[in-house]
């Protein structure tokens, strides 16, 4: 009995020795300091502490150091962080990229012609209060804290988290423990003029490293017995570093911070410097290496670190991405110009409906281009054991604009845009637009439109477009120039149509309406008839578009597709002969990525008239490059300007991109076509080719839209045509 009860006394002697040691063990906290693109270093040293087997029960952070600790906190492993963040898109990170399959197509059309956007109100322009709202980074981080997006409690998550903002409005620290997890992550990482600031209840924070960018204090407050820091921040510039008045502020802004590392580096138990000099907080580009630096600073301190350890590296589970979710419900906030339809017809997707993490990204990038929000953050909440998406939104309080564009190409010459944009100007959701073009040749648009969303959208549109060409004709068309093979032209077309249209299965654009068309040609060539036409035309007209390009000029993926009808009922008839008509028209490319910066489009296209006699003002008329293309004109290699026409024609061509380097081009370029009268009816629509021709072309992008050369010849002619378009095309 004594032998028993002498071996339960050691036993129980043992497991209180076993638990006040396992107990004792010292509970470690992460300090993570900010510094933009730098703090991709964390990933590294928190690899490294995984492999030496350090346990961290609490995590802080800052600007960057709030993203990484964030994540991580939130259950994903460094190995997992590192793929993440070395597949990101550095120009999105830092910019609101808003992929052009999520523009409307009015959107697009205004976000493709205009080089610089100003806010315009009380008759002065303003400048936007920060470069990107960075919608890039809140849908990254929201999609990433799926698991963990019903959470309110920080001390919640896997790993206890602590985060750091300032207030904009007093300037004082700002200390982040609760709420909607990606809204506090990036309000710590609002850096001041890069990310407009974010709203969280009643403050607007921005970037934390204002006013504490290494919350070492906070993380000894949630119980750490051991601290280990990673900093990443520069030290204060010699004077031939800094260069500029932007370099004197970031001097002057690092002083405070500078002098409080001084303490917070003596309280810290482990500290990593790693060497990162030469990196800057946009370096993003360059996060594969500045990674890799984190972790050969932590490694250099390896057995330290295995000495906090377990005894083996830590395995922490993997964090499954989910790529769709449920939505029960949407509740909208913040709503007063615009309408609840129009905010879902944005985002694409209505409550009671499953979505994937793709579509809503793409959502969310379609309400923020339109410019209407100057916020806009969401989150999910549990209700009735279903998902409700709940999306805050702050409505611009800018509702005028100025715009402008440049251009220039061999048939409209040079030109000037100026835009003044309206929004709500007469009724919710509503957006007035006018381009006043001034140059070689004056031409004007005007649109009016109302955005339904899902529901049925009305607009008026109306242009001007006025030139002056010499036209050559090689084919038995042109303008019907009695005979002669060569006239100076003057061209004026004044259109002014009125529509209604809607979104058809989420993708395709429908819509139909009424058109009134003032044509007049003229040439001075020509003493018998200097007229062809001046006559007045009313048409209904319906169409469907579909258009997933990812660019417009050099596009690297998307389908394209347009059909058109019009039916021209009423004519004032200058020349006497009009009877009712219809053209029908069509156009279907695709381009695909071959490999890497080698791209292939494919494009065909076909247009006929029906009726007993179409208008030869109305023929399609083929020839140049460069121009915006209105009525029935087309760009075709080989020809000059207007070179080919007839009632139909049929056009296919393969274009071979590579962008050899960043944003520049070089392409080569077929095209083949039938033209002339009737082809339809003649069976030679789809006989081989009558015209060919070939451009070899070099191109780059800018900010003004693009520069291009095209040299351009056809095999039947022989006669080569150089052609030099330089801004977006209008």
């Known amino acids: 009995m004594k032998k028993l009860i002498l071996l339960l006394l050691s036993l129980s002697i043992f497991g209180t020795v076993w638990a006040q040691e396992k107990t004792a063990k010292p509970k470690v906290g992460v300090v993570l300091s900010g510094g933009g693109a730098k703090g991709l270093a964390h990933i590294g040293v928190l690899k490294v502490l995984e492999e030496a087997g350090v346990e961290i029960s609490y995590i802080g952070g800052t600007s ?63 400048f936007p209060r920060a470069f990107s709202k960075g919608l890039y980074n809140y ?30 409005e007093t300037g004082k620290e700002v200390v982040l423990r609760e709420g909607v997890l990606p809204d506090a992550i990036l309000a710590s990482a609002a850096f001041p003029s890069l990310y407009t600031p974010v709203e969280i209840g009643e403050r607007l924070l921005i970037d934390g490293g204002v006013t504490n960018n290494y919350p070492i204090e906070e993380v000894k407050a949630m119980g750490a017995d051991v601290v280990i820091g990673v900093d990443v921040q520069d030290p204060l510039k ?22 409080k590392m001084e303490a917070k580096r003596k309280e810290t138990d482990i500290y990593i410097k790693p060497d990162i000099l030469g990196f800057t907080v946009i370096s993003f580009d360059e996060g594969r290496t500045i990674i890799d630096k984190g972790e050969e600073a932590a490694r250099k301190i390896l057995n330290t670190l295995k000495a906090l350890g377990v005894g083996h590296s830590i395995e922490r589970p993997k964090v499954e991405i989910k790529d769709s979710l449920c939505v029960d419900q949407v509740r909208i906030s913040g709503l007063h110009k615009y309408t609840r339809s129009y905010v879902l017809g944005k985002l694409n997707f209505k409550p009671g409906s499953k979505i994937s993490y793709k579509d809503l990204d793409q959502g969310i990038t379609s309400l923020n281009a339109t410019q209407n929000f100057t916020s806009i953050t969401y989150n999910f909440q549990e209700e009735n054991g279903a998902d409700t998406f709940r999306l ?89 120039l009695l005979g002669v093979d060569a006239v100076n032209i003057d061209f004026t077309d004044w259109t002014n149509q009125v529509y209604l249209q809607t979104i058809f299965a989420h993708r395709f654009l429908i819509g139909g309406g009424l058109e009134y068309k003032h044509i007049k040609v003229q040439s ?26 990812d660019d417009k000029y050099f596009p690297k993926e998307g389908w394209f597709f347009s059909g058109e009808g019009k039916s021209y009922l009423v004519s ?57 293309m209105t009525n029935n004109f087309r760009h075709f290699y080989g020809y000059d300007f207007f070179s080919m026409s007839g009632n139909s024609y049929i056009k296919g061509a393969l274009t071979l991109d590579w962008e050899f380097y960043k944003r520049y081009h070089l392409n080569f370029a077929g095209n083949f076509a039938n033209v002339g009268t009737n082809l339809l009816d003649e069976g030679d629509m789809f006989s081989l080719p009558s015209y060919t021709g070939y451009a070899f072309g070099v191109g780059m992008e800018t900010i003004i839209g693009p520069i291009e050369i095209k040299h351009s010849w056809s095999p039947e002619t022989t006669d080569h045509y150089t052609w030099v378009s330089v801004g977006f095309w209008f």
């Open 392 to 480: 805050a939104l702050t409505e611009s309080p800018i509702s005028s604009f100025i715009k402008f564009g440049l251009h220039y190409d061999g048939l409209y010459k040079s030109a000037v845009l100026v835009n003044y944009t309206h929004k709500n100007l007469l009724l919710r959701n509503d957006v007035l637009s006018v381009d006043a073009i001034l140059g070689d040749n004056f031409r004007y648009n005007f649109d009016y439109y109302i955005d339904n969303g899902f529901h049925i959208s009305y607009g008026l549109h109306s242009y001007l477009s006025t030139f002056n060409k010499n036209v050559r004709q090689v084919s038995d068309g042109g303008f019907k």
């Open 64 to 126: 960057m150091g709030a993203i990484v600790g964030g994540l991580y906190a939130s259950g994903y492993s460094a190995k997992q962080l590192d793929s993440i963040f070395t597949t990101l898109d550095a120009d999105a990170m830092l910019g609101d990229f808003t992929p052009r399959d999520s523009k409307n197509f009015f959107e697009k059309r205004n976000d493709e012609i205009y080089a610089l956007t100003l806010p315009f109100e009380n008759f002065r322009i303003g």
């Open 238 to 259: 010699t004077r031939e570093q800094i260069n500029g008045a932007t370099g004197v502020l970031l001097q002057i802004n690092n002083y405070q911070m500078i002098q």
């Open 572 to 628: 004032s008839d200058y020349t006497g002969g009009f009877d009712q008509f219809s053209i029908i028209k069509g156009e279907l490319s695709t381009v695909k990525r071959i490999y890497k910066g080698l791209t292939i489009e494919a494009q065909s296209e076909m247009g006929f008239a029906l009726g007993n006699e179409s208008v030869p003002t109305f023929d399609f008329i083929l020839g140049g490059y460069g121009y915006q």
């Open 524 to 549: 001075e060539t020509i003493d018998i008839e200097p007229v062809f036409d001046n006559s007045d035309y009313l048409s209904a007209y319906g169409y469907v578009k579909f258009d997933s390009y």
């Open 139 to 168: 849908n990254t981080i929201a999609r990433l804290t799926n698991n963990v997006r019903h959470l309110r409690d920080f001390n919640k998550l896997p790993i206890p988290f602590v985060c750091i903002a300032t207030d904009i």
